[in-house]
């Protein structure tokens, strides 16, 4: 448990979740707002508190992979295994539901995302969840989308969901920054007999995902208009800073904020290399030259730049590698939202 969090803040958590309430809770990957999987009314909390579409699925957090027959039917070996390998980690698995989960839960489709995270404080809170009884209809699992408005900046740190969400929330626990710092892999195994599709790049990579089950999944690239379930975070304009945002190749760094501020304009920066010379600017974030720092620290950065008082924000180029492939998806979507108020 964080040193952030006492053991009456984690019971408090419980009884409040179990009366329907929300609860923003730290996981590996960003702060979820939490609430009872199996409420409906919980549920319908979620998305007026992050003005939320009522179509978007949510992704249920559960206490252990034994609980997964509680949310999913049909249960393909891959999964097991898939859960045996990752779990507790940030990956999610898209599989057909139960007849017990609430159509608030997955956007009235047939299929429900699960995971376990490996935050240490998420799975304390599960578990304990879990031993007081767990939601609705005996059902342990709390949905937890990412803890901030629609579209906007994932948050990594408490301090990050008070600013946004306010009093919207009925408790946040704090659990101190998040490891990982992006969204979980998004893995569909709802297709009989046919391939796993990765439906959102994440920390687990498809080379991961197939050493366990034996063969690669279909990518996003490949599916070819193919009919796949809504899931979190697939939107085109997604984890956007309200400042407009633009990549820039590093070669072309200096010159793009040359222009701009001698049209009186202020600029942000975010760079993952030292790009010399760099004239001043305004607010200057450097991160880590290798995909999982930098993607730790990525919505940190972006919000920082956010509330700097830029008139845009200048991201540097990532290398075009499978390794960035995360990364370069938030960045797409974090672009082609920006600048929305």
């Known amino acids: 448990m964080s040193d952030n969090t006492t053991p009456a803040d984690l019971e408090e958590a419980v009884r409040l979740l179990q009366a329907g309430e929300l609860v923003a809770f730290p996981t590996e990957t960003v702060y979820g707002l939490g609430a009872d999987a199996a409420n409906p009314d919980a549920v319908a909390k979620i998305f007026a508190a992050k003005g939320r579409p009522a179509d978007h699925p949510l992704i249920v957090h559960l206490p252990g992979a034994g609980h997964l027959d509680q949310w999913a039917r049909d249960i393909p070996q891959a999964a097991w295994d898939l859960a045996e390998a990752f779990w507790p980690g940030p990956l999610t698995l898209i599989l057909k539901r139960t007849s017990l989960v609430p159509d608030a839960v997955t956007g009235g489709q047939d299929t429900v995302g699960l995971r376990v995270p490996s935050h240490p404080l998420a799975l304390t809170l599960l578990r304990a969840y879990a031993q007081a009884g767990g939601g609705a209809n005996g059902l342990c699992g709390i949905a937890a989308p990412s803890a901030n408005r629609f579209g906007r900046i994932s948050p990594t740190d408490a301090a990050h969901v008070r600013e946004e969400l306010g009093d919207a929330v009925a408790l946040v626990l704090d659990g101190g920054p998040c490891d990982v710092g992006i969204e979980s892999t998004i893995i569909d195994l709802s297709r009989d007999g046919q391939a796993p599709r990765l439906l959102r790049p994440g920390h687990i990579t498809p080379e991961q995902i197939a050493e366990v089950i034996g063969e690669f999944p279909e990518l996003p690239e490949t599916m070819q208009g193919a009919p796949t379930p809504r899931v979190s975070g697939s939107l085109d304009a997604h984890y956007a800073p309200r400042t407009p945002m633009q990549m820039v190749a590093a070669g072309d760094v200096a010159q ?67 390794a960035w492939a995360a990364v370069a998806d938030r960045l797409r979507r974090a672009v082609c939202g920006s600048g929305k108020r």
Do not use: M, W
């Not at 620290?297 to 830029?310: I, K, P, T, V, W």
């Open 256 to 322: 793009a904020i040359e222009t701009y501020q001698e049209a009186g304009k202020r600029c942000g920066v975010l760079l993952h290399t030292v790009v010399s010379p760099l004239p001043a600017v305004l607010s200057l974030c450097l991160l880590p030259d290798a995909p999982e720092g930098y993607a730790r620290a990525l919505y940190a950065a972006l919000r920082e730049l956010d509330r700097g008082g830029n008139d845009i924000i200048f991201v540097e180029s990532i290398p075009q590698e499978p």
